[in-house]
Structures are given as structure tokens and as C-alpha cells.
């Protein structure tokens, strides 16, 4: 039975009574304030506010469609029911927007913020970020971070000039580092801005230091956790994945998908309107720990999810990330690098025709390249590029279970 938490009658009423006297919170972000690297184009209007054309130019860009075939968690099953990264971030939004809504913040800012925050994200789930930080890391000495990359697709491969508020929320998302309590720390120039991704380039660690400007960018990033938190469980169960709901429990804020998200929204909900911050109370932090410890152990770490990448996708990647930097190097036109990746860049909203793509660092343009991939794409490029290696990519088909 599930064990669904009620918002307490004191805090319904004062968001009741707040709401019925013009007296809520004001810590929501102005788009009025908002600032772009170009502030002469994408001026709001009455209908379409600077956030809202940030959610427009988001959408709207050319890898969001990716996200439809990118792993989140499960790589390798035929099942139609399992999370995709297009779902993942829809799930965000929506958890995100309902949180923010109750706390008076301003939920375009959020929407924007959640549908961006990993079109950077690599095939293969964070397995697929790992390797192409290998090899990039082996050439170049820098990291492959996707809170990083997906600032670099829509503010870098493509020109979308978003506003810094959303640039800064995408890149802070972190949702494998978790807080107790989120303040924002303010960030008012793209120098400062600027300044904070090329330190995550040359220093890994870097990307668990920083932190949201905007108390819409914190709502995202605890967001981020709570969808996945539950919905990676139910993900399991139906990959029939052998894992013992004993194992991952409930750590007293439930232990399936839609309780854990009603939890620990009303908690954080409780806790953080009217203030300055966002938080939840200790009993719900560590429970939202302790759940993610388990996901850890019995999903993640579960060798018929993480054995086969190292197997198959880390050769993969690596092969190809070598492949593609040598037919670079060569100019090789044929090659896909050049008719798949840099030829659909170049001709792709690629607004700012005073910088010339192939301008870009060698290695970055092969991560870009890779980073772009969806799973399916990924998997028949190394097909092509190496068409007798003996990696194979073995997916569970949606029949297995029938048996013969």
C-alpha cells in the first residue's frame, strides 16, 4: 500500500490565503531582467516572454529530437515501456513546474531549464559520458561533462543566444550531486558565466562545485533526482531485471515512482516556500539518499547493466572516437564526420556566420560528433566503420521472455 503524504492544513492555507490576498513569495526570476549575449534580437514581448523563447529555441533545435532514441538507464532492451531520455526530461519539467508553481517561481524559466538540461547527453546514459571523457581526456587533457556539452549545443554548435539564466540552470543540473539545501548563487555576466564552463573542462570536479543562480535552476536540479528515482526502479521491474524490492526499500519516502514523487515534493514544498532557498527537512534528505545508495547497488551497478558497456560500448566508442579524429585529419569528406556531423551543423541554424565551425578544436568536434549520437545511430556507425569487428551489440528482443 502506498503511503502518500499530505500537505500539512497550516501550509495549505497559507498558500490559499496567499493566493487569495496578493500576498506570495516574490523570489520567482524576472524575465524582464534577463540577459542574452545578443540583447539587440529575441526581445520579449507581452505574449512571448524571454523564457518562453528560450522553451521555443530549445524545441525547436536540432538535436531535441534526439533525445527520443537515447538511452536514461537501460541500454540494449527492445521495450517501448522503458525511459528514454525524451520522457526523462518531460518528467522534469513536469515535477519541476509543479514545485515551482507552489513556491510562485517562474515556471517558464523552469520548462526551459528542464527540456534543455541534457541534449548534450551522450548515447548509452552516463556509461556512453564516461568513455567519450576517456579518450577525449586521453587527447586533449580535458573532460567530457553533459551538463557541460549541453551548454555547448545550444549556446556554442548552435547559436540559439538563450538567456543566461537558462544557460546557468542547464549547466548546475547536476543531478548526481544532491544538497541538503540549495541557495543560488548569482551570476550576472557571461564572462563570469564563461569563466565557470571552461573551469569544468579542465578540472572534473569542478561540474560538483557549482550551483544554480536562480531558485528555478535549484527546483530543476532536486528535480532531476526525484524523477529518476522511482521511474529507474519501475524501469527495472519491467526489464526484468532480477531486483528484490526488499533490497531497495523505501527509506521511509516510498519505494515506487509515484509515491517517492509526492513525498518528496510536498516535503521540499513545506520546506522551502516563502524562503530563499530550497530545502527539505533531514528525515526526507537522507531517505532520498538512502533510496538513491540502493538504486546504485541493486540497478546500477547490476552487471547485466553496467557489464555489457564496459564489453561492448567503451571499445565502441573508442574505436570510433580514433576513426573519426584520423578521417578528420586527413579531411576525408566522405567520411561521416564530415556528410552526417559537419555538413548538417553548418547547415543547421548555425546563426553567427562570422565564426566558421571547422574552426573548432579537432577533438572537440569528434565529441560533439559522438555526443550527438543517438543509441541506434551509434550502434550502426560502428557497424559501418568496422563492419568485421568481432563487438556485437546483443539487444534483449521483446519476445525472450515467451521463450521458443
Known amino acids: 500500500m502506498r503511503n502518500y503524504e499530505q500537505m500539512s492544513k497550516e501550509m495549505s492555507d497559507r498558500i490559499r490565503y496567499d493566493a487569495e490576498h496578493n500576498t506570495k513569495p516574490d523570489f520567482a526570476a ?5 540577459v542574452r549575449r545578443n540583447m539587440s534580437e529575441d526581445k520579449e514581448t507581452v505574449w512571448r516572454t524571454a523564457y518562453v523563447r528560450d522553451v521555443d529555441k530549445i524545441i525547436h533545435s536540432p538535436y531535441y529530437n534526439r533525445y527520443t532514441d537515447k538511452t536514461q538507464v537501460f541500454s540494449f532492451y527492445k521495450n517501448d515501456d522503458i525511459t528514454r531520455r525524451a520522457l526523462h526530461v518531460q518528467l522534469v519539467s513536469r515535477i519541476a513546474r509543479s514545485i515551482g508553481a507552489a513556491l510562485n517561481l517562474n515556471t517558464d524559466l523552469i520548462e526551459a531549464i528542464a527540456l534543455g538540461h541534457d541534449i548534450g547527453h551522450t548515447p548509452f546514459g552516463h556509461a556512453g559520458e ?24 545550444l549556446d556554442g554548435i548552435f547559436d ?3 538567456t543566461l539564466d537558462t544557460l546557468n540552470g542547464i549547466i548546475t543540473h547536476n543531478g548526481e550531486m544532491e544538497l541538503h539545501e540549495y541557495r543560488p548563487e548569482p551570476q550576472t555576466t557571461f564572462a563570469e558565466f564563461d569563466k565557470m564552463v571552461e573551469s569544468c573542462y579542465v578540472d572534473e570536479r569542478n561540474i ?32 526484468m531485471l532480477s531486483v528484490d524490492s526488499d533490497e531497495l526499500g523505501d527509506a521511509g519516502i516510498g519505494g515506487d515512482n509515484p509515491t517517492i514523487i ?8 513545506e520546506n522551502s516556500y516563502g524562503k530563499p532557498y530550497i530545502k527539505m527537512d533531514e528525515e526526507h534528505f537522507r531517505g532520498m539518499q538512502e533510496a538513491k545508495r540502493a538504486n546504485y547497488e541493486a540497478i546500477y551497478k547490476n552487471e547485466k547493466v553496467s557489464g555489457v558497456l564496459n564489453e561492448t560500448v567503451r571499445p565502441m566508442i573508442h574505436k570510433m572516437y580514433y576513426k573519426l579524429l584520423g578521417d578528420l585529419r586527413k579531411g576525408d569528406r566522405s567520411s561521416p564526420i564530415f556528410r552526417h556531423h559537419i555538413d548538417f551543423v553548418m547547415n543547421n541554424h548555425y546563426r553567427d556566420r562570422h565564426r566558421n565551425y571547422m574552426d573548432s578544436e579537432e577533438n572537440q568536434i569528434v565529441v560533439d560528433y559522438i555526443a550527438s549520437m543517438t543509441d541506434d545511430y551509434c550502434t550502426e556507425l560502428f557497424e559501418y566503420l568496422f563492419p568485421h569487428n ?12 515467451l521463450g521458443k
Do not use: W
Not at 509526492?262 to 514544498?269: E, F, G, P, Q
Open 30 to 34: 524576472r524575465s524582464s531582467l534577463a
Open 130 to 153: 564516461k568513455y567519450l571523457s576517456e579518450a577525449y581526456h586521453a587527447e586533449t587533457g580535458r573532460y567530457f561533462n553533459h551538463n557541460v556539452h549541453s551548454v555547448r549545443v
Open 160 to 162: 540559439h543566444n538563450l
Open 208 to 239: 560538483l562545485k557549482i550551483i544554480p543562480s536562480t531558485l528555478e535552476g535549484c527546483v530543476v536540479r532536486i528535480s532531476d533526482i526525484i524523477a529518476y528515482l522511482g521511474k529507474d526502479r519501475q524501469d527495472a521491474s519491467r526489464a
Open 262 to 269: 509526492n513525498n518528496l515534493s510536498i516535503n521540499i514544498i
Open 390 to 401: 568481432h563487438v556485437k551489440v546483443q539487444y534483449h528482443g521483446y519476445f525472450e521472455d
